[in-house]
């Protein structure tokens, strides 16, 4: 069973009735309160347990796995990973699609199951459709065509040079995964675009604020890179851009630090109006 988020490592442990997960997850992804103070509740009802990890994540994943005999999901390497893709997601463009123009698809990358999963088929079925990836600006890895390290099973050897911390959770872990590596070999990707995080929070905050599509971090990523190919198309190019999260996961997060708990002036008076 493929764990499909980037943004922890999981290990299932199948006991008597349930399987039971237990999760690396990486310091600074929400407020460490909220971690603990979410997944306790969890941990009471279905006997998982949080490690919040200063060790690197595949690290402690792979430990726990080794110690405990634990089935590891291995979801940056795992073809079952981006086969899914392929006979899901890839299936809804595919007949979304059918008989309509679609000039580019516009994806980032977290394990690259998606980009791997669903460009295979449109590079088959829509040899048209230009694959557009996008990437942080902090962390350019696939842009600095520096290889990545990696063990023989296709994990990460060490961390790649050109990644720096970055507030797109869900997009590029510290190292290009194999099944994102793959896409690349394989010539799917037509360009690479690079985000700031500053800009895929503002895109983030638009789309709920314009559009009423509340998403999460990487999804303002994914449209901020598909506007820049659209300023850069003619009228009329159809452009697909996955925006992979809602947006009520990051309450606690950056994408919100500007929302204060209470009311503003403006707010209060649009309440007292009524
Ligand atoms: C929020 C978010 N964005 C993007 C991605 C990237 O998807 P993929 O892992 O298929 O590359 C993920 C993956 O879990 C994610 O959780």
């Known amino acids: 069973m493929p764990c499909h988020s980037a943004a922890g490592c999981g290990a299932w442990r199948w006991s008597w009735l349930l399987p039971r997960r237990e999760w690396a997850l990486p310091r600074g992804l929400h407020p460490p309160t909220r971690i603990l103070g979410c997944f306790r509740s969890v941990a009471e009802v279905g006997g998982h347990r949080i490690d919040v990890a200063l060790k690197p994540l595949l690290g402690v994943a792979n430990d726990l796995a080794k110690k405990n005999g634990w089935f590891l999901t291995r979801q940056f390497e795992n073809e079952a990973n981006a086969d899914y893709h392929s006979r899901t997601t890839a299936r809804e463009i595919v007949n979304d699609f059918n008989g309509e123009r679609l000039d580019y698809w516009v994806t980032g990358f977290g394990t690259g199951g998606t980009l791997k999963g669903v460009g295979r088929v449109l590079e088959k079925e829509r040899p048209e459709v230009k694959i557009i990836l996008a990437e942080p600006a902090d962390a350019p890895m696939v842009s600095s065509k520096t290889a990545q390290e990696r063990n023989r099973d296709g ?31 394989m010539s799917l990707v037509d360009r690479v675009i690079t985000i700031p995080g500053p800009v895929a929070i503002k895109a983030s905050q ?13 999804a303002g990523a994914t449209f901020a890179a598909a506007l820049e190919v659209a300023n850069g198309a003619p009228k009329g190019t159809t452009i697909l851009a996955m925006l992979p999260d809602t947006g009520e996961r ?4 950056p994408l919100f630090a500007d929302i204060q708990a209470e009311m503003n002036e403006e707010e209060t008076a649009l309440a007292k109006s009524v």
């Open 155 to 185: 994990s990460p050897a060490s961390r790649h040079p050109a990644w720096k911390p970055h507030p797109i959770q869900g997009w590029s872990p510290d190292f290009i995964p194999k099944l994102t590596g793959d896409a690349v070999e």
């Open 206 to 218: 638009e789309l709920a604020r314009k559009e009423g599509i509340f998403v999460g971090i990487s």
């Open 250 to 253: 990051y309450l606690s997060t």
